[in-house]
């Protein structure tokens, strides 16, 4: 089994910074693409940001320019910078991994159980 464990999250104004962290754990012979999700009260859960082993980046458009994805592959650990905070960012925010667990080589996708984020205005 494989473990994500999410950090970092709080309370900040808007115009803020938080760096939100995921520790992967367990039986993990590679970790893969590895991604941020979040879910605001009442919406559905939504993509915000991904990272392929080889360090290629993508983002929602709602947060490019403001939030930053990066891992260590050494540390197996993600990370998700987030700069210029506004009250829309509100959510709980989950990590999000591929990992192939065995060398049968079948990757899994594994979720952390989500860390708060309030933006106030």
């Known amino acids: 089994q494989v473990q994500l464990v999410e950090s970092g999250g709080g309370l900040v104004q808007a115009g803020g910074s938080l760096r939100l962290s995921c520790a992967a754990s367990?039986?993990?012979?590679?970790?893969?693409?590895m991604a941020w999700y979040r879910r605001a009260p009442g919406s559905q859960r939504e993509f915000v940001a991904d990272?392929?082993?080889?360090?290629?980046?993508s983002y929602a458009d709602s947060v490019k320019g403001r939030f930053t994805i990066s891992r260590d592959n050494a540390k197996n650990t993600l990370d998700l910078q987030m700069n210029n905070l506004k009250p829309e960012d509100t959510a709980v925010y989950y990590c999000?991994?591929?990992?192939?667990?065995?060398?049968?080589?079948?990757?899994?996708?594994?979720w952390g159980q989500g860390t708060q984020v309030t933006v106030s205005s």
């Open positions: 999000n991994a591929a990992v192939v667990t065995s060398d049968l080589g079948i990757e899994y996708n594994f």
């Open positions: 367990g039986s993990i012979f590679s970790l893969n693409a």
């Open positions: 990272i392929t082993r080889g360090g290629s980046t």
